[in-house]
């Protein structure tokens, strides 16, 4: 979650000679951002440096990251016909990450996994729809709710795209992938059952077969069953339910990842190592339990903090 970002030195530094699209776009700077974390931190795999909007810069988006304002699309979609004009999504257009995937495997030791990533479709569409970031989402369910039938035709597409996105990503290395339905946590159970689950478990069944499948989302509390029925090998949530609550809801029979405040990395390391272990009890041994953040690491965390962090996981689980 975010394990390479401002949060580091490197990074900013990184940061001072490109753009943030600039470094996406760049295989030799973003390869060189995702080993570096990973060898900062001792972390058992690394996650692609990239973003999960860039799929939409080809599909005619117009995306930029606006200093400060975080993602800006250009053309936001409003209606029916606005999701007509999209552009087919070709996985060519994405190369710059497939390089970045093949310079990064090629960086790391083989026992070093490296897991790929895209935005799951509803919240590549809540950005194509707000325009950017939101708090309550009304304009992205204000379009569900007025337009189903275009809503359906806009996440079947955005599903297709990242299917083909994530398969290219396997084809240049990627071990294992990442689908981040960040936002998802807005929607009630049955709107997500009959307008975004469809689409969700169509994506994850056309992904390389083999390849583990994380399937990630916050505020998701009162969907957990929902994502299950989705799919995915792995569910990830976040430190708003208990994760030995949440897996006992989704079965044993799937792995789970999680599931730390992120804000936690702020406090002291003592008490890092006591949150760290009480998840680590939870999980209580099971085979199966991915121990990851619950959301991303914020820029003011700091190093050394996650890197205790890392230590202590390995120390408090070692056999
Ligand atoms: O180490 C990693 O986790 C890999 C890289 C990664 C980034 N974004 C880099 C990034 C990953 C996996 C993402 C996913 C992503 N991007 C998500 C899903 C995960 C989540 O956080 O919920 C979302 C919603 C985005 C969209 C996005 N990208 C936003 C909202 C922002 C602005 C955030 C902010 O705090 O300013 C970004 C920019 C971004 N993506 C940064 C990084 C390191 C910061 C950009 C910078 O250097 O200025």
Known sequence: MRQAGRYQPEYRAIRKRLGFLELCKTPDAAAEVTVNAVRQLGVDAAILFA?????????????????????????????????????????AAL????????????????????????????TLASYLIEGGRSDDWATTKGFLFRDPGAWDALLARLARAVTAYLNAQIDAGAQAVQLFDSWVGCLAPADYRAHVLPHVRALIRGI?????????????AGLLECLRAAGGDVIGVDW??????????LGHDVAVQGNLDPVALLGPIAEIRRRAAAILDQAAGRPGHVFNLGHGVLPSTPVDHVRALVDAVHELSAR
Not at 59 to 81: C, K, N, Q, T, Y
């Open 51 to 91: 973003d999960i909007l860039l799929v939409l810069e080809p599909m005619g988006a117009g995306l930029e990251f606006a200093a400060g304002d975080g993602p800006v699309i250009h053309h936001p979609l409003r209606s029916a016909a606005d999701v007509d004009r999209l552009l087919e999504f070709e996985p």
């Open 95 to 122: 190369e710059f990450v497939y390089e970045t995937v093949r310079r990064v495997r090629a960086a790391l030791p083989p026992e070093v996994p490296l897991i790929g990533f895209a935005g799951a479709p509803f």
């Open 208 to 220: 390389r077969p083999g390849v583990p499948v994380i399937h990630f989302g916050t505020g998701t």
């Open 240 to 249: 708003r339910v208990d994760l030995d609550a949440a897996w006992a809801r």
